[in-house]
């Protein structure tokens, strides 16, 4: 049996020190190149956008503010904000200041039905009518031979058509209750849902099913939905600047950046409150959605996450077999990878989430702007370009 030496003599030790340093340092380098190659203009020069640099894009596309996250190696690379949260306040973006999530608080909403399910609460192929008691799908032909499940409503192919997303509401303005969003009563600014056809019959986007999955939710468990969402996904997976809270209180309120218009100017309300909380109503940061991210990605390699196991994280990303939608996330192949995503767009809000399903890769934008869906598109090309997404080998920062 070879003996390890009982001692490391202070010459080595001061190497190791040194070595360690070096490396520490070096990967700093490394990061530093990477960003600096993502703000400059690009090379080589495809034309349209590549000769602006990053604040020249938010001057071009009138976006007051971003914030930017990027996962490498299933671990949040670095994450940086750029421009202001609030031009009347001249108040600027860091990495903790919180952004409507918009659209994406759909897929953390399922993360939290994946995970009662993993639980034993329900299947997420159970008829909801054996689950909802304040409200109930409307019983036709259509749900005669296949019920609306949490699988179809979280996929959007449970038939439901109301394919609209939702306004949001002055925070001065009263609220309706999420069974008034269902049957559309004063005060509800949205119409009813109504069911079309028959689940999996086809698939449309619809923010209604997404409210009948809150309030399958609440139903079950019989907790408020924001403390549900902290205590099933967000504490766990530490997203700490995040809450689905509406409107958001505490700290986390003083650090919410401002919604914009489409030129950049303050809009007439700080921002909109949404009582649609699953749909619409997740206050976050692009540190706190890439965890989530990373939890996807985590638990698919497996053996397990911190919420979900390998075989429910799967759940998440298994399309249905109609239109592009698992249980919450949208599955699609860019070039030769395969991504799970989703996008987001509140009263002046935009942002997106993309990641890779097996490689550990991916990005999280948010912006405080009506135009920052053009600039998330620039950021996420120049990303995927500089780390060499789908590429065999990683490229070497310059």
Same mark, same amino acid.
């Given at each position: 049996?070879?003996?390890?030496?009982?001692?490391?003599?202070?010459?080595?030790?001061?190497?190791?020190?040194?070595?360690?340093?070096?490396?520490?340092?070096?990967?700093?380098?490394?990061?530093?190149?990477?960003?600096?190659?993502?703000?400059?203009?690009?090379?080589?020069?495809?034309?349209?956008?590549?000769?602006?640099?990053?604040?020249?894009?938010?001057?071009?596309?009138?976006?007051?503010?971003?914030?930017?996250?990027?996962?490498?190696?299933?671990?949040?690379?670095?994450?940086?904000?750029?421009?202001?949260?609030?031009?009347?306040?001249?108040?600027?973006?860091?990495?903790?200041?919180?952004?409507?999530?918009?659209?994406?608080?759909?897929?953390?909403?399922?993360?939290?039905?994946?995970?009662?399910?993993?639980?034993?609460?329900?299947?997420?192929?159970?008829?909801?009518?054996?689950?909802?008691?304040?409200?109930?799908?409307?019983?036709?032909?259509?749900?005669?031979?296949?019920?609306?499940?949490?699988?179809?409503?979280?996929?959007?192919?449970?038939?439901?058509?109301?394919?609209?997303?939702?306004?949001?509401?002055?925070?001065?303005?009263?609220?309706?209750?999420?069974?008034?969003?269902?049957?559309?009563?004063? /005060?509800?600014? #949205? %119409?009813? =849902?109504?069911?079309? !056809?028959?689940?999996?019959?086809?698939?449309?986007?619809? *923010?209604?099913?997404?409210?009948?999955?809150?309030?399958?939710?609440?139903?079950?468990?019989?907790?408020?939905?924001?403390?549900?969402?902290?205590?099933?996904?967000?504490?766990?997976?530490?997203?700490?600047?995040?809450?689905?809270?509406?409107?958001?209180?505490?700290?986390?309120?003083?650090?919410?950046?401002?919604?914009?218009?489409?030129?950049?100017?303050?809009?007439?309300?700080?921002?909109?409150?949404?009582?649609?909380?699953?749909?619409?109503?997740?206050?976050?940061?692009?540190?706190?959605?890439?965890?989530?991210?990373?939890?996807?990605?985590?638990?698919?390699?497996?053996?397990?996450?911190?919420?979900?196991?390998?075989?429910?994280?799967?759940?998440?990303?298994?399309?249905?077999?109609?239109? /592009?939608?698992? #249980? %919450?996330? =949208?599955?699609?192949? !860019?070039?030769?990878?395969?991504?799970?995503?989703?996008? *987001?767009?509140?009263?002046?809000?935009?942002?997106?989430?993309?990641?890779?399903?097996?490689?550990?890769?991916?990005?999280?934008?948010?912006?405080?702007?009506?135009?920052?869906?053009?600039?998330?598109?620039?950021?996420?090309?120049?990303?995927?370009?500089?780390?060499?997404?789908?590429?065999?080998?990683?490229?070497?920062?310059?």
């Amino acid at each position: 049996m070879t003996r390890l030496p009982r001692f490391v003599p202070r010459t080595a030790i001061v190497l190791l020190a040194a070595s360690g340093a070096w490396s520490a340092a070096s990967a700093q380098d490394d990061t530093a190149r990477l960003i600096a190659t993502i703000e400059a203009p690009q090379s080589p020069n495809r034309q349209g956008f590549d000769p602006l640099t990053l604040e020249q894009l938010m001057t071009r596309f009138r976006v007051p503010g971003v914030s930017i996250a990027v996962i490498q190696d299933f671990k949040i690379h670095w994450a940086k904000g750029y421009g202001l949260a609030d031009v009347e306040a001249n108040r600027p973006v860091d990495p903790n200041t919180a952004f409507q999530a918009a659209s994406i608080s759909k897929p953390v909403t399922a993360m939290a039905a994946v995970r009662l399910a993993q639980e034993g609460r329900f299947a997420l192929d159970e008829d909801v009518n054996r689950l909802l008691k304040s409200w109930k799908v409307p019983e036709s032909d259509l749900t005669r031979t296949q019920p609306v499940t949490l699988r179809s409503l979280l996929s959007h192919t449970s038939g439901s058509d109301d394919g609209f997303g939702f306004p949001g509401y002055d925070p001065t303005s009263p609220r309706p209750t999420v069974v008034q969003l269902l049957k559309a009563e004063v /005060p509800s600014n #949205v %119409g009813a =849902v109504k069911f079309a !056809r028959p689940p999996y019959a086809g698939q449309k986007y619809s *923010g209604g099913g997404t409210e009948i999955v809150q309030l399958v939710l609440a139903d079950v468990t019989g907790v408020p939905f924001a403390d549900l969402m902290k205590d099933k996904v967000l504490d766990p997976l530490g997203m700490v600047w995040s809450s689905f809270e509406q409107p958001p209180t505490g700290a986390l309120a003083e650090r919410t950046a401002r919604a914009h218009n489409g030129a950049g100017r303050p809009m007439n309300a700080k921002w909109h409150v949404y009582p649609e909380q699953a749909a619409a109503g997740l206050w976050t940061t692009p540190s706190d959605l890439a965890r989530f991210a990373i939890e996807v990605q985590t638990a698919i390699r497996g053996p397990a996450g911190r919420v979900l196991s390998q075989a429910s994280a799967r759940e998440m990303i298994a399309p249905t077999g109609v239109g /592009p939608f698992a #249980v %919450g996330l =949208v599955i699609e192949r !860019r070039g030769e990878g395969w991504y799970f995503s989703h996008g *987001g767009s509140n009263w002046g809000f935009q942002c997106n989430l993309v990641a890779h399903v097996r490689k550990g890769y991916g990005l999280v934008v948010m912006t405080n702007g009506d135009n920052g869906g053009q600039l998330i598109r620039e950021i996420e090309a120049r990303v995927a370009a500089a780390y060499g997404w789908d590429t065999l080998d990683k490229p070497i920062p310059r």
